[in-house]
Nanobody, 115 residues
């Protein structure tokens, strides 16, 4: 099973920026999705952004134009640059990839945006 180690997150005022990173323990084929989900208490986990080779990244409508996902396959790392953060972006953010038919998740990182 792939281990995903997240870093980043924290507290930021509205309008600020944060970057999340997620490093995989083994190579993820560039054709496999790597992405970020978020979840608030009592709510379903939702896809924020995902990326794979050969197509444009997918974004949640509410973050489009503010968040940018990128990937460094040599470093086995995916990033989420979050700009113009809003209080509604407050959630726990999880890194995800699906490798050899198995879903793998990071431990999560709290992102809190103060108004």
């Amino acid at each position: 099973q792939v281990q995903l180690v997240q870093s980043g997150g924290g507290l930021v005022p509205a309008g600020g920026s944060l970057t999340l990173s997620c490093a995989a323990s083994e190579t993820i084929f560039s054709s496999n999705w790597m992405g970020w989900y978020r979840q608030a208490p009592g709510r379903q986990r939702e896809l924020v952004a995902r990326i794979r080779s050969g197509r444009d990244p997918d974004y949640l409508d509410s973050v489009y134009g503010r968040f940018t996902i990128s990937r460094d396959n040599a470093k086995k790392t995916v990033y989420l640059q979050m700009n113009r953060l809003e209080p509604d972006d407050t959630d726990v953010y999880y890194c995800h990839t699906r490798n050899e038919g198995i879903d793998n998740w990071g431990k999560g990182a709290q992102v809190t945006v103060s108004s």
